[in-house]
């Protein structure tokens, strides 16, 4: 069985998500949407995904914090977006 322990503690379920999210934009690209929309739709969720992959690896909290702050203004920016296509 393999150590999920381990997966975790290394930041390696963080890359997980990273590479599916990484897949999803592609294929919401390929789809036809365009590329600011999928950047600003997946970016918010890529951001904690590093926060946490930091917070995984013991990195200080200032690369923790970091990408944590950075997901809200870009998350604004996509609802704002959204709000004006309406």
Excluded: K, Q, T
């Amino acid at each position: 069985m393999p150590n999920l322990a381990a997966f975790f503690a290394s930041g390696h379920a963080a890359d997980l998500v990273l590479a599916v999210l990484a897949v999803e934009a592609l294929l919401l690209m390929r789809a036809g949407r365009p590329a600011i929309d999928v950047a600003l739709l997946l970016l918010p969720g890529a951001c904690m995904m590093l926060g946490l992959r930091a917070a995984l690896v013991g990195a200080s909290w200032p690369w923790i914090a970091l990408p944590l702050a950075a997901s809200f203004p870009v998350h604004l920016a996509d609802m704002l977006r959204r709000g004006r296509g309406r």
